[in-house]
């Protein structure tokens, strides 16, 4: 198990050095045209957005909505738990996209109320997974540290090395770990994932763009969090 811990760790300081690199020229591109885009979409949905989000932080650093009891092992091996968190993710994705193309297949409003759906989904699997990988979720500055994954996870290029070098000192950040910026991390995912979600709005794509999608925000929140997790735990 030792061979695989260092294999992972050696992966996860790829994907580290990766987040350097700059975004595709079709990401960096389509910023304009998400501006203009954004300016015609209702302010209602705006809200909900900014709504949904404002109370997944509260829910996250204030209560155990997102906690689901699980049986842990202090025995467990870090390739065991890494088996467990890959299978929550699978169940996760399959009800992101199925939620995603049902709402999407709903007409506009039905679209819109994906937002909060989806957020709800990611948060509890990153609750999940950070109960898996033996962090102690009622604490509050894990709580702080898994928004800041979640945050990395939906971050533009200007934020998230800053975001990633936090998560990677994060036991000598001192005070940094008890606060979100929930504004900042409202809009960088509202920026983030905005163009492709509103396609889910579209009649006749709803549904089709609705089940890609969420799976594959979950798949970019599931590398998030378990690349994030080695860097802290295998270091």
Same mark, same amino acid.
């Given at each position: 198990?030792?061979?695989?811990?260092?294999?992972?760790?050696?992966?996860?300081?790829?994907?580290?050095?990766?987040?350097?690199?700059?975004?595709?020229?079709?990401?960096?591109?389509?910023?304009?045209?998400?501006?203009?885009?954004?300016?015609?979409?209702?302010?209602?949905?705006?809200?909900?957005?900014?709504?949904?989000?404002?109370?997944?932080?509260?829910?996250?650093?204030?209560?155990?909505?997102?906690?689901?009891?699980?049986?842990?092992?202090?025995?467990?091996?870090?390739?065991?738990?890494?088996?467990?968190?890959?299978?929550?993710?699978?169940?996760?994705?399959?009800?992101?996209?199925?939620?995603?193309?049902?709402? +999407?297949? !709903?007409?506009?409003?039905?679209? *819109? /109320?994906?937002?909060? #759906? =989806?957020?709800?989904?990611?948060?509890?699997?990153?609750?999940?997974?950070?109960?898996?990988?033996?962090?102690?979720?009622?604490?509050?500055?894990?709580?702080?540290?898994?928004?800041?994954?979640?945050?990395?996870?939906?971050?533009?290029?200007?934020?998230?090395?800053?975001?990633?070098?936090?998560?990677?000192?994060?036991?000598?950040?001192?005070?940094?770990?008890?606060?979100?910026?929930?504004?900042?991390?409202?809009?960088?995912?509202?920026?983030?994932?905005?163009?492709?979600?509103?396609?889910?709005?579209?009649? +006749?794509? !709803?549904?089709?763009?609705?089940? *890609? /999608?969420?799976?594959? #925000? =979950?798949?970019?929140?599931?590398?998030?969090?378990?690349?994030?997790?080695?860097?802290?735990?295998?270091?």
């Amino acid at each position: 198990m030792r061979n695989y811990e260092e294999k992972k760790y050696k992966e996860a300081l790829r994907w580290s050095r990766s987040l350097e690199k700059r975004s595709g020229v079709i990401q960096r591109t389509s910023k304009g045209f998400q501006s203009k885009v954004n300016k015609k979409i209702p302010e209602r949905v705006h809200s909900v957005v900014t709504e949904s989000i404002k109370k997944m932080i509260e829910l996250s650093l204030t209560s155990s909505q997102y906690i689901r009891p699980i049986e842990k092992q202090e025995d467990w091996s870090f390739y065991e738990r890494e088996q467990l968190v890959i299978e929550r993710l699978k169940q996760y994705k399959s009800t992101a996209s199925w939620e995603g193309a049902g709402t +999407g297949a !709903g007409g506009f409003w039905l679209g *819109v /109320a994906d937002f909060p #759906l =989806l957020l709800s989904i990611k948060m509890k699997f990153l609750f999940d997974a950070g109960q898996y990988y033996g962090l102690d979720v009622h604490r509050y500055e894990e709580r702080v540290f898994l928004l800041h994954i979640f945050m990395l996870a939906f971050s533009s290029d200007q934020q998230r090395v800053k975001v990633r070098d936090l998560l990677v000192n994060w036991e000598n950040e001192g005070e940094a770990r008890k606060q979100i910026d929930w504004k900042t991390l409202q809009i960088e995912y509202r920026d983030t994932i905005d163009l492709v979600k509103l396609m889910q709005l579209l009649p +006749g794509l !709803g549904a089709v763009v609705g089940y *890609v /999608a969420n799976g594959r #925000l =979950l798949e970019q929140l599931g590398e998030t969090t378990m690349n994030v997790h080695r860097l802290r735990l295998l270091h």
